[in-house]
């Protein structure tokens, strides 16, 4: 059977439609930054363009990243889960952004509802756990809705509750006059939401949270754990993972 290129019937090279959906979803640039950054690069688009290579390539980079990972997670012991909710604003209306971050800091989930409910829960409990598998524990807050959903599962003694147990998941909520982060280690996403200005669809919000968490996964390198030597060497093998999405 023969594989089709997806960049078969674009005129722009695949490194230069890697780049700009790198750049747009690694980092908390705008259309028009890319566009910008790009021009100086000698490379004349229209930041539609990006809108449109993003919206394109994004969700099928993000599938073969998480493809990749997900064979790995799988084989570790004693996998813990961190899960938590956060609020988001939507043309004025608060949903509910819950995620699931693994015991090495990942964001292995991301789902946004209108509810904080046990349905809510428990959708997203069943849809992490039908693509990673089971957990050995699950931490929470005291919501109660992760009680119920984690009851009808059937794996309620799986979870942890505590003041500071969460701590590798609650690092993102806003302060809430301010819009600043309560935690001096500024989560990605809230980053990446303020430059975004606003979101308008819960729609679009799903497809660029699931994008994004796996793009920050593969480029956080954790460069505190590493010398310089090993950091530079870890960034590169990165990169050139990125340069190989998508190749036929």
Partial sequence: MTNYSPFRYFKTSPEI???AVMMYVRFPLSLRNVEDLLHERGIDISHETVRFWWNRF???FAAEIRKRRVHQLRAYSNWQWHLDEVFV???GETHYLWRAVDHGGEVLESYVT???DRKAALKFL?????????PQVIVTDKLRSYGAAMKQIGNADKRETGRWLNNRAENSHPLP???LLANHEKEPFRRRERAMLRLRRMRSLQKFVSVHALVHNHFNQERHLYSRANFKLNRAAALSEWRQLGAA
């Fill in 126 to 134: 069943r849809k992490t756990m039908r693509r990673y598998g089971q």
């Fill in 114 to 116: 209108k509810r904080r």
């Fill in 89 to 91: 604003k939507i043309n």
């Fill in 58 to 60: 994004g969700p099928m």
């Fill in 17 to 19: 439609i890697r780049l």
């Fill in 177 to 179: 006059d301010s819009g």
